[in-house]
């Protein structure tokens, strides 16, 4: 979820209100960011700004801007796709307005510019928030790409004639990667050759908001001789609203799903969502021989073009082995990186962009810790000052002295069922308990893998808390990882069922106030002893 808030003169603007899909929990509801803290504040929010049209950062305006009801400015698809779910919502779109890149707008004692940067989805913007006597540039999510087969390469000029730039707000996603991001035009051409030596039916499965990729796909289709069909809402809305503004003006005539049977397999080409293992997508209906038009068949291919989200990898290891089950022929980001770009930037392209703009601070956001880590260390190299890692619930101060934290504020996890927004449930203490009073929230975050053995910890237990707690980490992490031995929950939910009970007890013995608590169990990727 992004959600980023900028003040000047008691004038506030949101840049960017996302969410995220909680696939720990059951159903996987939504979250959205949680503004209950404002009003306490003082904070009335008084436009939203749009970097880019990614669910993670438009994707909850429709569930907030009921509250503030402000005025809305997002380029031309990423408004188009909001319309569209402010229509769903039954919610009037008037206050949706448009902004086409390197446009400039004011918004209170801001002057703003949206300065056009490729990414993986048309029209990606980083923000220049200008007061009389600062300047930041929110980067957004960004890279440079030199064929990024929609839209236009960057302009160095545009961003040299910004230096020097007092702050950057800037994406640490691939912080730690050295060298340079793949381009949009090298995967179009590797996903040619593939998809032109499958001998049977194709399916492949991207990001519906990765135009660049969809284009790429539908040319490939035509340079080997196969006919195109979507598979998921998602990918047919997305596509939609792309050609409504002639973004896939040279995209073949689309085959309905129903009408594929009567092609031969290898003039078939099926786009498909669900590179995620999401379980209701098209491709795990797929895996599961559940759609009611389409059946995978021993010689047909699937390919991924897409990178596993961390915490997605369990979900996706299931979907793979149906997919397996169905003796299909299987390419990915393990087997063939070729096929994947990221849409964010690598360790060149950062020295690039900071080489063009000059920065004095840096404030590294996106991405988890080890990310931000990385990218303050590139940057503290380039000569950049990095006084500050920032963490969800920061409020931070930028003034003529610099960059401060003027507070952490702990924001517990809300979630969305039945239209409606409201805390996720804590694990709490049993009633009929002796234990003590419950005093402020503790946020713990557990990344594991599953192992025939039972379940493991991996990488470092992440823990945040509204107050001051005489928690031992050390020993905390030394408990769980016992129990996680012990327990054979084949999901994370019920594991984080299992957990409930134990580690209410374990805390209640090891704190003199019992807080709630908000266990975030996620999938991770196993690393091997070299990377440990």
Not at 416 to 441: C, D, F, K, W, Y
Request: proline content about 8%; hydrophobic content about 40%; some cysteine.
């Amino acid at each position: 979820m992004n959600f980023t808030l900028y003040g000047h003169l008691d004038h506030w603007i949101v840049v960017d209100c996302g969410m995220m899909i909680r696939q720990d929990l059951p159903q996987a509801p939504l979250q959205v960011p949680n503004v209950d803290l404002l009003p306490s504040q003082g904070i009335v929010p008084q436009a939203i700004l749009v970097t880019h049209g990614h669910e993670d950062h438009i994707g909850a305006i429709a569930w907030l801007w009921p509250r503030w009801q402000c005025p809305i400015h997002a380029t031309p698809l990423a408004a188009g796709l909001l319309r569209l779910r402010f229509a769903e919502q039954q919610l009037p779109t008037d206050a949706i307005h448009v902004i086409t890149p390197d446009e400039a707008m004011q918004s209170g004692p801001f002057d703003i510019r949206f300065l056009p940067l490729p990414h993986s989805i048309p029209e990606s913007c980083a923000l220049l928030l200008a007061t009389p006597d600062h300047r930041i540039l929110h980067t957004g999510d960004w890279k440079l790409d030199p064929e990024p087969l929609i839209g236009d390469p960057v302009y160095p000029q545009r961003f040299q004639a910004l230096a020097p730039i007092d702050l950057v707000v800037g994406d640490s996603t691939n912080a730690p990667v050295s060298g340079h991001s793949r381009s949009e035009g090298d995967v179009a051409r590797a996903l040619e050759t593939t998809i032109g030596a499958c001998p049977g039916r194709v399916i492949v499965s991207c990001f519906a908001s990765n135009l660049a990729r969809v284009l790429a796909l539908g040319r490939a289709a035509k340079a080997c001789g196969r006919r195109v069909s979507l598979m998921g809402r998602s990918m047919e809305r997305m596509v939609n609203v792309a050609r409504g503004l002639g973004y896939l003006e040279d995209f073949p005539t689309l085959v309905p799903v129903r009408d594929l049977g009567y092609l031969p397999p290898e003039e078939v080409l099926v786009i498909a969502t669900g590179s995620q293992g999401e379980p209701r997508s098209a491709l795990s209906r797929l895996a599961q021989g559940q759609h009611t038009d389409f059946e995978l068949q021993p010689g047909d291919s699937v390919i991924f073009s897409a990178k596993a989200i961390p915490g997605n990898e369990l979900l996706i290891e299931r979907l793979q082995a149906g997919l397996k089950r169905a003796h299909v022929t299987l390419y990915d980001e393990r087997n063939h990186p070729e096929l994947h770009a990221s849409g964010h930037p690598a360790q060149d392209e950062l020295q690039r962009l900071y080489g063009w703009l000059a920065p004095r601070r840096l404030l590294p956001v996106h991405g988890e810790f080890q990310h931000q880590q990385a990218h303050r260390v590139l940057a503290e190299s380039l000569g950049i000052e990095v006084p500050w890692i920032p963490r969800n619930g920061d409020m931070l101060r930028f003034d003529n002295e610099g960059l401060s934290c003027l507070a952490r504020h702990s924001l517990a996890p809300h979630i969305v069922t039945q239209n409606r927004i409201h805390p996720l449930e804590g694990l709490r203490a049993p009633a009929m308990s002796s234990m003590h009073r419950r005093s402020g929230i503790l946020s713990l975050t557990l990344p594991v893998v599953r192992q025939p053995a039972g379940w493991a910890r991996v990488g470092r237990l992440l823990w945040d808390t509204s107050h001051d707690l005489a928690l031992d980490d050390t020993a905390l992490a030394d408990w769980l990882d016992d129990q996680l031995a012990m327990h054979e929950a084949d999901t994370i939910a019920k594991l984080r069922q299992q957990l409930h009970a134990p580690l209410m007890h374990w805390l209640d013995e090891h704190l003199r106030h019992l807080p709630d608590v908000h266990l975030h169990i996620m999938a991770a990727e196993e690393t091997s002893p070299l990377d440990s």
